[in-house]
Every structure is written in structure tokens, then in C-alpha cells.
């Protein structure tokens, strides 16, 4: 487990780390142990017998819930998900949320979580998308279009979320994904789906010329 610090961890003092309210509950640890930073040089004795604490010099706090975030994009990408644009004048009401916005495109845009829809198309193989920015997306597989460069080899990506696991698993070396069948471990999601089927005998490729089956794409 690797743990990010916003603040530098002296000798002779405690880094405390807070296991996320899932895994807290599951280890019996009541989740209202996770309270606000309270800064070491305001602390006396009192303080320090307190329930443990979040370290952070500096913290974003949602207005709607009361949660933390050590940064603002962090913040913002939550603000976004669990607490979507709600318009005081419900210009555009949602029929099957409580979803309400001003702007029309945001609207048609969310009401397509609902109904499945499904409007941009790609011409070169027909597959949907129900965002523009989703096609845009898919159309680099097709013109090879990879505009997200690594800066420490020469590969480069189509994707950003591709970029970052590149860089994870081969340059930084971190295994993230893990076998738990047999502990072998992963810098990438894809390598541990295939690694599976080795236990599971699962062979979704199947040749369609015979019956022949594999595990992996490139043996078919």
C-alpha cells in the first residue's frame, strides 16, 4: 500500500492513516474516528488522546456533506458525482431524479444515464456513444491518433487513462491488480483478466472457421 504526504513526516513523530469507511467497518473500527486535522503545534494533551485524525496542512471540504479532500480537483470531480447540478428554478427537472439544471445540453446529457440513449455513432465501425467527448474518444483507434505522450520513453497514448497506467506499471513498477487465486501480481487490469483464466479454463475467443477456443486474442 503506498500512502500520498502532503506534509513532511519528522523523526520522533506518527504518521496515522485513515483505511477508508468500507475497509474500517470491516476491520470493526467505528468510522467517526475520522474527524479534521487538528495541527501538531495546537495540540496538548487533552488533544492528543482525542480519536485519531486526518494530517493534512490543508484540506477542501464539501459544502453539501461535511467530507475532506486533500485537493481541489479531488473535491470538484466528487462535487460532480454524488452531487449533481441542481437548478433553484428547475428550469430542466429530471423525471426520474431529483437532477434540475438550467443549461439544456447538461440536461439531455444527464437524462441519457436514465434511458440507455445512445446518439453518436461511429462511421467507421457503427459502435454508440452517448457523449460526443466517449466518440471522439473511440475514433483514435481507428485514425491511430495518439496525442498523449509519455515523457519518460517515446510511447504515446489515445487515451490519458491509458497514459497513467503505463506509466504506473512499467516505469514506476507498481502492481496494482492481484491474483487471488495465486497472489501474482499486475501493473495492469487487462494482464490480470487473462492471468485469470489460467485458473479459471475460461476461453472466450472462439475461432470461427472450427470450435477451437483460446484465452487470448492473439492465440486465436
Known amino acids: 500500500i503506498y500512502y500520498r504526504l502532503y506534509r513532511d513526516v519528522t523523526p520522533g513523530t506518527e504518521l496515522l492513516v485513515w483505511y477508508g469507511d468500507q475497509y474500517a467497518q470491516s476491520l470493526g473500527i467505528p468510522t467517526e474516528y475520522k474527524t479534521k486535522c487538528v495541527q501538531p503545534e495546537k495540540e496538548t494533551e487533552a488533544v492528543r488522546k482525542l480519536e485519531r485524525k486526518i494530517c493534512l496542512d490543508q484540506y477542501f471540504e464539501c459544502e453539501t456533506c461535511g467530507k475532506v479532500f486533500a485537493d481541489k480537483p479531488t473535491l470538484l470531480r466528487h462535487d460532480k458525482n454524488k ?95 492481484v491474483c487471488t487465486e495465486c497472489g501474482a501480481k499486475f501493473g495492469r487490469g487487462t494482464n490480470l483478466t487473462t492471468h485469470m483464466r489460467t485458473h479459471t479454463g475460461e476461453k472466450p475467443y472462439q475461432c470461427k472457421e472450427c470450435s477451437a477456443k483460446f484465452a487470448v486474442l492473439s492465440s486465436l
Open 83 to 177: 452531487h449533481p447540478v441542481r437548478s433553484s428554478t428547475n428550469k430542466h427537472k429530471c423525471p426520474w431524479c431529483e437532477y434540475s439544471c438550467d443549461i439544456v445540453q447538461l440536461f439531455e446529457r444527464h437524462k441519457r444515464t436514465h434511458t440507455g440513449e445512445k446518439p453518436f455513432k461511429c462511421d467507421t465501425c457503427g459502435k454508440r456513444f452517448s457523449q460526443k467527448c466517449s466518440l471522439k474518444t473511440h475514433i483514435r483507434i481507428h485514425t491511430k491518433e495518439r496525442p498523449y505522450p509519455c515523457d519518460r520513453c517515446n510511447k504515446r497514448f489515445g487515451r490519458i487513462s491509458n497514459l497513467k497506467t503505463h506509466i504506473r506499471a512499467v516505469h514506476d513498477k507498481i502492481a496494482s491488480f
